[in-house]
């Protein structure tokens, strides 16, 4: 009988642990402050935020790439409607663009990258953070 009681309370904090396992990045654009899920390993990126139909204001998830390269994204099976950043290697952003919901045209930066953080459309906008702003709190 335990056992059978254990069983269920074991799935939950299994599961609870695999999500709590998901690195979470204290970042800023300028003044501003954000939360970023980090995508590093390629199934992570290409998972990115497939199925989210809604994401906190001050949320976002970063992107790591392995080269530095112009690099495209897609919204295929992403409910939201979605801005994204590319930064260098330094953190610098040197493109910026908006994602249309459920898209699956592939939209690419004209600048080679070595990160993409996706936040909520307009977040860059409403905190005047633009091309030539620094993205600090990114890991190496």
Known sequence: MRTALLLPLIALVVTSMASAGEPS??????????????????DERERGLME???????????FRFDDLRRHCLWMKNTPLPLSAAFMDESG?????????????????SRE?????????????????????????????
């Not at 204290?26 to 995508?39: Q, T």
């Not at 989210?52 to 970063?62: F, K, V």
């Not at 070595?114 to 620094?134: K, P």
């Open 52 to 62: 989210r139909t809604e994401m906190s204001a001050d949320h976002g998830m970063l």
């Open 92 to 108: 610098r952003i040197v493109d910026i663009i908006d994602l249309e919901p459920l898209s699956t045209a592939i939209r690419c």
């Open 112 to 140: 080679p990258g070595r990160y993409a953080l996706e936040v909520n459309q307009g977040w860059f906008d409403r905190h005047q953070s633009g091309i030539g702003d620094q993205v600090s709190g990114i890991p190496k």
């Open 25 to 42: 990045l204290d970042l800023r654009v300028g003044n501003a402050r954000l939360k970023a899920e980090y995508a590093r390993t390629p």
